[in-house]
């Protein structure tokens, strides 16, 4: 039977609702009608007292049902409701003296209604007690007054009636409900492509900014406030937080077809290309941002460099080889003569150090392009770490001191140890020459822990040297980049490429109080693949 009901959803709780309103502004008129001076007219009727007492029968039924039943929690109650008004209606009728009353009418509307809330079988079953009891009542009038004898073909169409609203009002209900069903699968589909779309757009790692004319941020992905290094620009005046890209957009606004220069968000953030689109939304104009990364195209481009460098020092390093080896050897044996004066032994130690740089470039220049590929390894890092600054201390030269701080509990992390020791070895050792620059002695600190928010395995190399500028900041990490003399410029760069090929991250921090940090963010033992 519960196949046959349809109460579901807020519009069928509306249209009950108005039922109850229309079953009560009938009680209240038939009321009325019984109070008024109309009331001789119940002389003429089959049984006026019966009408009288039915009349406020059905008023004061209808306000308890209404104070009671505002939300039935089962169908069963509609049907109840409906075939309680059918029964009353049907009783008035018969007082009323049958068709000519035109209480027949009132219950043709009630099975309409009836039918809007009721399906099948259920809503035809409201639609037979009607006109049964239409047609049944008059058989019952026509036994004590012969003159409703007349009435059965009326009772008759109003019992056909009856029917054909039931049918009319289930197909036109069924027609609204699959327009209700195929609306809200569409509304539906339309949520699920909404977020679909605003998933895509916050996992993009295009930035994307929409600003009004203020420079308010009226929509910014995640791509966005990463790369502007902000939580969250949403409603934000743009201006303050990043002028350098208000002054690209202002640019572009002047010129749209001048292609805008890229720019850095923050003094150790990301190279930014931004481009530049007006959005017209009515009255109001919009500005569309989009913001690419193109610090790894840039770096990139300097390894392909790099690799073609290195193919072409490869196929030369011989060449330059053999004639420096015999400048180093000559310069060596110029050493060793005793006809040489404090001058010239000067000259020789000069050609003999060059030499020696000029080698060390052509190595790591061969390394580079000779750079075998990633094996990364389970390590526990803390017991590493203790062994790496054992072996480096047995080694180090006297002044030169490496303090070792881990944090409790196992760290773990995929990664090549060659590699590992190549990268550590080359940080400690600038550490120390930059600390012995500031102190009488070289020291550096290894700090190991796990970053409370990503929980990854993070290595810190601090020294207590004199920093970086802000200005050589900028370059830290570019090859052939350097502040000494006997420097290649290649330490940091080739560092960062080996962290990068084991899925680690290096990057400069500014350390408080002074001095270096070189931050080695691993990647999870579980993630690296």
């Not at 196949?3 to 079953?23: E, K, T, V």
């Not at 001789?40 to 007492?53: E, V, W």
């Not at 259920?122 to 058989?139: D, E, K, Q």
């Not at 600190?445 to 802000?470: A, M, T």
């Amino acid at each position: 039977m519960s196949a046959d009901f349809s109460l579901s959803g807020g519009q069928s709780w509306r249209i009950l609702r108005l039922y109850h309103l229309y079953r009560l502004v009938i009680g209240i008129t038939l009321a009325l009608l019984i109070s008024s001076d109309l009331d001789a007219q119940l002389l003429d009727m089959m049984h006026p007292t019966l009408f009288r007492n039915g009349s406020w029968l059905y008023l004061v039924l209808n306000v308890l049902v209404i104070a009671t039943v505002r939300r039935p929690k089962r169908l069963a109650q509609i049907f109840s409701l409906a075939l309680v008004d059918v029964i009353l209606l049907s009783g008035l009728f018969y007082a009323a003296g049958g068709t000519p009353s035109g209480i027949g009418n009132l219950l043709i509307v009630a099975v309409a209604i009836a039918n809007i809330l009721l399906r099948g079988r259920i809503g035809l079953l409201i639609a037979a007690v009607a006109a049964t009891g239409m047609i049944y009542l008059t058989f019952y009038l026509s036994l004590s007054r012969p003159a409703a004898a007349a009435q059965y073909v009326q009772a008759g169409a109003l019992g056909a009636l009856c029917f054909a609203a039931a049918l009319f009002v289930q197909g036109l209900t069924r027609r609204l409900q699959v327009s209700e069903s195929l609306a809200e699968q569409r509304a539906a589909d339309v949520a699920n492509l909404e977020a679909l779309n605003a998933l895509i757009l916050q996992r993009m790692r295009t930035g994307i900014l929409v600003l009004d004319e203020l420079h308010r941020v009226l929509l910014a992905n995640q791509g966005a406030n990463h790369l502007l290094g902000h939580a969250d620009l949403t409603g934000k005046i743009l201006d303050p937080h990043c002028p350098e890209l208000i002054k690209r957009m202002q640019q572009w606004s002047h010129n749209p077809s001048l292609r805008p220069a890229s720019l850095q968000a923050a003094p150790d953030g990301r190279v930014l290309q931004p481009s530049f689109i007006a959005l017209q939304r009515g009255e109001h104009k919009h500005t569309l941002i989009f913001l690419d990364d193109i610090s790894q195209i840039a770096q990139q481009a300097q390894q392909l460099k790099l690799a073609s460098l290195g193919r072409l020092t490869a196929g030369i390093a011989h060449e330059i080889r053999n004639p420096l080896g015999a400048i180093s050897h000559a310069a060596q044996l110029l050493q060793e003569s005793e006809e040489l004066e404090g001058p010239d032994l000067r000259l020789a130690q000069i050609i003999q150090d060059h030499s020696r740089r000029m080698n060390l470039v052509i190595e790591n220049v061969l390394q580079l392009s000779r750079r075998r590929q990633a094996e990364p390894q389970l390590l526990d890092l803390k017991y590493w770490l203790h062994r790496f600054a054992s072996e480096f201390r047995s080694s180090a030269a006297p002044g030169q001191t490496l303090h070792l701080e881990t944090s409790s509990g196992s760290i773990q992390t995929r990664m090549d140890p060659h590699q590992l020791t190549q990268v550590l070895s080359n940080l400690v050792e600038n550490g120390l020459r930059y600390s012995a620059q500031k102190n009488k002695h070289g020291q550096v600190w290894l700090k190991l822990f796990r970053d409370p928010e990503s929980e990854l395995p993070v290595l810190e190399v601090l020294d207590d040297g004199p920093g970086v500028s802000e200005e050589q900041l900028h370059h830290l990490f570019e090859p052939f980049y350097t502040t000494e003399n006997k420097g290649t410029g290649l330490g940091l760069y080739i560092s960062r490429e080996l962290c990068e090929s084991n899925q680690a991250r290096l990057d400069y921090k500014l350390r408080e109080g002074g001095g270096s940090c070189l931050r080695i963010t691993f990647a999870h033992p579980r993630k690296l693949s």
